[in-house]
């Protein structure tokens, strides 16, 4: 897995891939280990094949499993877009190798809108000039809570370029970005769509591409959460500003009113919130932190709306 190329990286198993993040804090890689990965690591969106993919949505998945899946992918569809444009002020205040690795997300995310902007054009059906008509399209199946994440990495995107080099929004945004959004949100939409694909064997040249942007990810969450570990050394008060962004975060999360309907896909609304939770505690347990009481009663009312970046 570690150097497999696109057709390599199709035959993986998305539990490894996603256990692949995960490694001991002493052993989060150096930056320009990570960019080194990724030059090894580049795939072309170009060269996946979905012609499998459009018959088995047409012919194999049943109306309520189209309806589930796209109300999970569409929050990712639009998530990838949205850190695409959005990750360039954090290069401004990082540390200078972290700069270097950085600029490879950027080619990654829009890598990874062409995917999905493929996926709906090309299997779903979704019609458009160019990729903002796609996204429009697929707007009728995000759900509201998406707004909240997005919309406070927005403001945190904002205040990040007027000020670039300090150091608490630094730890919010980090907090929104990799923890939440691709260390929870990702990696729960890439567990649940491709368990989907593999466990019913539909959808492979999905499967080979977002398999691909999970490996992509990890990279991203290992990188983001040695950021994150650096800043807690230097000044370990700095964990006030990540208890602060995720209690923001878990808030909006418990509020909802409209429900996904995962049991088409093979999980349940319960067995999404204990991903959620896994997800969450792993990436903390990589940076050394724990959460207040009242915290953990917050994680455990989540109401488990998907969306990634």
Known sequence: MEGSDLQGIGRADIDDVIEYVHVPTARLPAYLSLYDRYLRQRWNVNELDFTVDKADWAERMTGDSRNSFLSIASGFHHGERQVAVELAPLLFGAPEDYKIFLTSHLEDEARHTVFFDRFYREVVGLEGDGI???????????????????????????????????????????????????????????????????????????????TATCRDEARHVQGGLRFI????????????????????????????????????????????????????????????????????????????TLAGG
Do not use: C
Not at 150 to 160: E, K, R, V
């Open 132 to 210: 903002m008509d796609v996204l429009d399209a697929s707007w009728p199946y995000i759900q509201e809570t998406f707004v909240g994440p997005f919309g406070l990495l927005a403001y945190l995107t904002d205040d990040l370029r007027r000020d670039p080099w300090n150091k608490h929004l630094q730890m919010k945004y980090a907090t929104t970005y990799i923890i939440w959004i691709e260390g929870v949100l990702a990696l729960s939409v890439m567990k649940i769509t491709l368990n989907y694909a593999r466990d019913f064997r539909v959808l492979p040249g999905f499967y080979t591409g977002f």
């Open 229 to 304: 570990r650096d800043l807690l050394a230097e000044n370990p008060g700095y964990v006030q500003d990540l208890h602060d962004t995720l209690r923001t975060l878990l808030t909006m999360s418990a509020a909802r009113s409209s429900y996904i309907y995962y049991e088409p896909l093979g999980w349940s609304e319960e067995r999404v919130t204990e991903l959620f939770m896994n997800q969450l505690h792993r990436k903390l347990g990589m940076v050394g932190v724990t959460l207040p009481a009242d915290m953990e009663d917050m994680v455990s009312s989540v109401k488990p």
